[in-house]
Nanobody
Framework: QVQLQESGGGLVQSGGSLGLSCAAS????????MDWYRQAPGKQRELVAS???????GYADSVKGRFTISRDNARNTVYLEMNSLKPEDTAVYYC???????????????WGRGTQVTVSI
């Protein structure tokens, strides 16, 4: 069984910084892309940042220049460094990863349970 567990998050003032991490565990054969999504109240879940297994990154326009995604493949962990936070960044942040479990021949997506990030004015 594969699981994703986020950590970090919390309350921060506007202009501040916060870091998130997400560790994948279980019967993992390999991991392809690892991503961060967020969902604000009353809004659809949106992709914030993504990193392929080869290290290519992509960001939503709203976070470019402020957020940085990175990963430690040895630890099956992805990070999201968030700087210059704005109230509109307030959301539940979810980790997502494309993982091939041991004993399988295909990749499928897994989600973490989410962690709340609140940015106060």
């Amino acid at each position: 069984q594969v699981q994703l567990q986020e950590s970090g998050g919390g309350l921060v003032q506007s202009g501040g910084s916060l870091g998130l991490s997400c560790a994948a565990s279980g019967n993992i054969f390999s991991i392809n892309a690892m991503d961060w999504y967020r969902q604000a109240p009353g809004k659809q879940r949106e992709l914030v940042a993504s990193m392929t297994g080869a290290g290519s990154t992509g960001y939503a326009d709203s976070v470019k220049g402020r957020f940085t995604i990175s990963r430690d493949n040895a630890r099956n962990t992805v990070y999201l460094e968030m700087n210059s936070l704005k109230p509109e960044d307030t959301a539940v942040y979810y980790c997502h990863a494309s993982i091939r479990a041991s004993g399988t021949t295909y990749y499928r997506g897994y989600w973490g349970r989410g962690t709340q990030v609140t940015v106060s004015i």
